[in-house]
């Protein structure tokens, strides 16, 4: 390669890495894989030196993304560095020599961890009070996102016997099962799922509403610390201890290895265990153990020497695309969905991914017939990650989404700002299937026996074509259904008659709104005293609750003049639902007309249990501090809550003082 060529090759990969990471840091949209990218990097790297090409806005000096301009940016007082990767044990074995070239004859051990597939932040401490929460950004400087990082309740708000000023470094994760809800969520309201744990983390703590952010289920993991007064003894085990004892939430898996071949072992042993793992880990991080030793081995511009990380490889397997099906939703998405010749993939048979929708199949241009790579992501989701032969002269024509419903050939429409095509008949038969298992999982009316095997029965034989129907059924109705015997007709039967007991909340929920989930549920029952009342406000109304936008109130709005959903209210309702909310008994008025925040852990009551004591004496709970709020109940760990309320002069009562007030009546 000459020099035009390689400065060609340069520019190539300057723009595809610059993309790569606008995509990664601050789309959460990665379009290419960690191995793809670190292979591209090391050619820039080995390119820029070879011929002299090396500039100061190179993707090789840089470690993470721009900060975002939407939160304000702040310096970190030490670099907040990458770590260099490497795939395979000779790589690993390279890195001990140049630790070994370095320190000579001396005696060193490694602090080996997992690598949780997250996104790294920093938290800042002083006098034991969290006052800072950022993100990695470039390494220089990140986002401060410090009311975001506030809501992940594993991270504590006061630390046990710190230092004055203490900085942690650390990471913030998804747990697998959590991610899979996350996505199925998205999916149904027509978002684009995350890729992957990691961006699903670094989308939530980018939210503008630290509510919504609240709601993502974001654990954090402490992997360093820095004290202003560090002893050069110290080690990374002896930081471990440290942190623990303040309450910072450490890894469960952590040892010290004297040799590289037993840093080695460790990394087989825990690649075998993560498929087991409730979390994702896409590595495992080797530290020189000893602090003494690291200031002599240094940093480059963008790692340190005496730490590497070493990637594991995510497990794919090549196999045939046979045919793309399409599957209806209970809300209407039609998500495409890849059937696949069985192929064995992290110690499961996987035979169908999903493909999200026409948008992403398009963009990786996937076809029936295709031999394609296909990935567990999280280890748990089956999805194709590309076409092995796109340019084969017999591949099947381009996909196209049909414009009819594959279930009931009702024309499919596509919202404005959503990647989802919908179907929306309600009496769309799959529709029907999902609304009533919907309405009867355990979340909403709770019908014990209700499973999909018998809703397809009872749908099957005509005798129900919606929810309300299945107040309407008797015994008679059911015993001839296949393995149905009498007393499993009388007890669904039973069963159905006990959810009647359900309360508004519940359903409200079960009903199968849009964008309303078991909170949005909850705060409309609070708000309103029945259904009826929901069906008569406005969507300016109900944008008064906290937790509904205009998007939400839309939707609920919406719902309720749809004449066929009025006609399955009027039936529920003729049942002997409960379409009022219970009339809870009131102990006293004191709190008569009084709006109060709870923040923090109170020394004996939930949260659950003070906000009924305060509904009970005639208050009400909000989820924010204004100038309408007339006291802030304070427990351990307030918060800004607490802080705003000082600022705002309102009144704050701990639990003593909150038990008297009530007490006294």
Not at 605 to 621: C, D, F, N
Request: proline content about 5%.
């Amino acid at each position: 390669m000459d020099r035009n060529q390689a400065e060609k090759r340069v520019e190539e990969l300057r723009n595809l890495l610059n993309r790569a990471n606008r995509a990664y840091y601050q789309e959460a949209q990665p379009f290419i894989s960690d191995k793809e990218y670190d292979l591209a990097l090391a050619e820039l790297n080995k390119l820029e030196k070879e011929f002299r090409l090396a500039t100061e806005d190179s993707p090789t000096k840089r470690v993470g993304g721009e900060p975002s301009s939407s939160f304000p940016n702040v310096a970190h007082p030490q670099p907040l560095l990458s770590l260099d990767n490497t795939y395979n044990a000779d790589e690993l074995r390279d890195f001990d020599r140049r630790v070994k070239d370095r320190l000579g004859e001396v005696n060193y051990s490694y602090a080996v961890e997992m690598k949780f597939d997250g996104a790294s932040i920093r938290l800042r401490y002083e006098n034991g009070k969290l006052i800072l929460g950022a993100t990695r950004g470039d390494g220089e400087r990140g986002d401060d996102i410090t009311s975001n990082i506030k809501t992940i309740s594993v991270i504590p708000l006061t630390l046990h016997e710190a230092p004055s000023v203490v900085e942690v470094r650390g990471e913030a994760y998804m747990e697998k099962e959590a991610f899979v809800r996350l996505n199925e969520f998205r999916e149904e309201q027509g978002l684009t799922p995350f890729a992957n744990p990691r961006n699903s983390t670094a989308g939530s703590l980018k939210m503008q509403d630290p509510r919504e952010v609240a709601r993502r289920p974001i654990k954090f993991i402490a992997f360093d610390l820095l004290l202003e007064t560090g002893s050069r003894d110290q080690t990374q085990s002896s930081k471990m201890d440290l942190m623990k004892k303040m309450g910072l939430p450490v890894p469960g898996y952590f040892e010290v290895c004297k040799s590289i071949d037993q840093v080695l072992d460790i990394i087989n042993e825990w690649n075998s265990i993560r498929p087991e793992l409730p979390y994702e880990i896409d590595g495992v991080v080797i530290k020189v153990n000893e602090e003494m030793y690291r200031e002599e081995l240094g940093n480059t511009s963008k790692a340190p020497r005496w730490a590497i990380s070493y990637k594991f490889e995510a497990e794919q397997a090549p196999t045939v695309l046979e045919s793309i099906t399409l599957q209806v939703g209970r809300l209407g998405k039609i998500t495409p969905v890849a059937e696949l010749k069985p192929v064995q993939l992290a110690g499961t048979t996987v035979k169908r991914a999903s493909l999200h929708n026409e948008d992403e199949i398009l963009r990786k241009d996937i076809r029936p017939g295709d031999t394609v790579v296909v990935e567990k992501a999280g280890e748990i989701i089956p999805q194709v990650i590309s076409v092995v032969n796109p340019d084969r002269k017999d591949r099947s024509p381009v996909f196209q989404m049909p414009e009819n419903c594959p279930a009931c050939s009702e024309k499919l429409v596509k919202f404005e700002g959503e990647v989802a095509w919908r179907c929306i008949n309600p009496t769309c038969p799959p529709q029907v299937l999902e609304r009533i298992k919907h309405f009867a999982s355990r979340d909403a009316m709770d019908i014990d026996g209700l499973g999909e095997a018998v809703v397809e029965q009872l749908i099957d034989a005509n005798l129900i074509s919606n929810f309300a129907d299945l107040y309407t059924l008797k015994k008679s109705d059911l015993v001839p259904l296949e393995r149905m015997a009498e007393k499993s007709a009388q007890n669904l039967i039973d069963a159905i008659a006990k959810s009647k007991e359900q309360p508004l909340e519940r359903i409200i929920y079960a009903l199968g709104i849009r964008f309303v989930g078991k909170t949005v549920a909850k705060d409309l029952a609070r708000h309103f005293n029945s259904i009826d009342d929901i069906v008569d406000a406005d969507i300016e109304t109900m944008t008064t609750i906290d937790s509904i936008g205009p998007k939400i109130a839309e939707s609920v709005y919406e719902f309720f003049r749809n004449e066929k959903h009025q006609n399955v209210l009027k039936s529920l309702k003729e049942s002997g639902l409960a379409f009022e909310k219970e009339e809870e008994e009131m102990i006293s008025s004191v709190l008569e007309g009084k709006k109060i925040v709870l923040t923090g852990t109170l020394p004996t009551l939930t949260r659950k249990e003070a906000a009924e004591l305060i509904e009970k004496h005639g208050g009400t709970t909000t989820s924010s501090v204004s100038k309408n709020t007339d006291y802030v109940l304070a427990g351990e760990n307030a918060g800004s809550k607490l802080e705003k309320a000082k600022k705002h002069d309102i009144s704050v009562l701990n639990e003593d003082d909150f038990l008297a007030m009530i007490s006294d009546q």
